[in-house]
């Protein structure tokens, strides 16, 4: 089932490494627009899904983000929200993980459910062929044999 949020208030998302952002709801305005950021239609058409994911990443965040915490500059005075630094920050690893995660692959995964493919399974048996037959098919075989 899909459960919406119907506030269109903006929150707080916990990064980890003491680092918080402000952002807005990720509605499709702001996926949109995203998507017709000049740094995402720059990408060469042969680009790989990492550039991709970073460009995609850094046009959201530049849009969603409003104010943030524990970020700063190299004497650990507080930084102001800016494009830049916004991209700058999502330059950090562990912070690009944590805002994939998040929030961009919140909304990924809503556009693949509405596109009827779910994500794709995860551990050893993801590519196992399953083994066991429906008790009706059993019942069949066992009556043949």
């Known amino acids: 089932m899909l459960k919406l949020n119907l506030s269109r208030t903006p929150h707080w998302l916990d990064l980890g490494c003491g680092v918080r952002l402000h952002v807005e ?7 949109m627009a995203a998507r017709a950021d000049p740094a995402v239609e720059a990408l060469p058409e042969d680009a ?3 550039a991709l994911a970073l460009a995609m990443a850094k046009a959201v965040a530049r ?3 409003h104010a943030w915490e524990g970020v700063g500059d ?3 005075r507080p930084l102001p929200v800016t494009p830049e630094g916004v991209d700058a ?6 912070i690009f993980e944590a805002f994939q995660l998040a929030y961009v692959a919140k909304g990924l995964v809503l556009e693949q459910e509405k ?7 995860s551990g050893t048996s993801a590519g196992a062929a399953p083994t066991a ?13």
Do not use: D, F, I, Q
């Open 63 to 65: 849009r969603a983000v």
């Open 133 to 145: 037959k429906p008790a009706g098919a059993r019942a069949r075989t066992a009556r043949r044999g």
């Open 25 to 31: 709801p990720l509605t499709s305005a702001l996926m």
């Open 115 to 121: 596109n009827v493919s779910a994500p794709s399974p």
């Open 89 to 94: 920050l999502l330059e950090v690893w562990p």
């Open 48 to 50: 790989g899904n990492e």
């Open 74 to 76: 190299a004497e650990g």
